[in-house]
């Protein structure tokens, strides 16, 4: 298991992860790092579990929004595979009733 400092605005913090995540975690942590910075006002001070609470709040609420729109294209995927095997059907329908006019067309 590895071990890796990382820094959350400004303050190190050593973290342990699986040997080869070394590089994912660095990138949370900057993407944790970001957020936290944004929920700090500009010339106030806040406690430190309460920026972190401001920055997991705002990764949270990015995270539903992420999910719901998910959930919406998953639905517009649905309606698409069903008009697609409305389509398909109609499709098939066709060809049936073509191939027998032309087995009709030939028997005579």
């Known amino acids: 298991m590895a071990q890796l400092t990382v820094q959350v605005n400004g303050k190190p913090y050593i973290v342990g992860c699986e040997d080869g995540e070394e590089a994912h975690l660095t990138a949370l942590t900057a993407l944790i790092d970001e957020k936290v910075r944004a929920a700090a006002p500009g010339g106030g001070q ?38 697609r095997r409305v389509a398909d059907a109609k499709a098939v329908t066709a060809l049936e009733a073509a191939a027998q006019k032309i087995e009709a067309m030939a028997t005579r």
């Open 46 to 83: 806040l406690g430190e579990t309460r920026l972190m609470l401001l920055g997991a709040l705002i990764l949270a609420d990015e995270l539903s929004e992420a999910k719901a729109r998910l959930a919406a294209a998953q639905g517009q995927l649905a309606a698409s595979e069903a008009e």
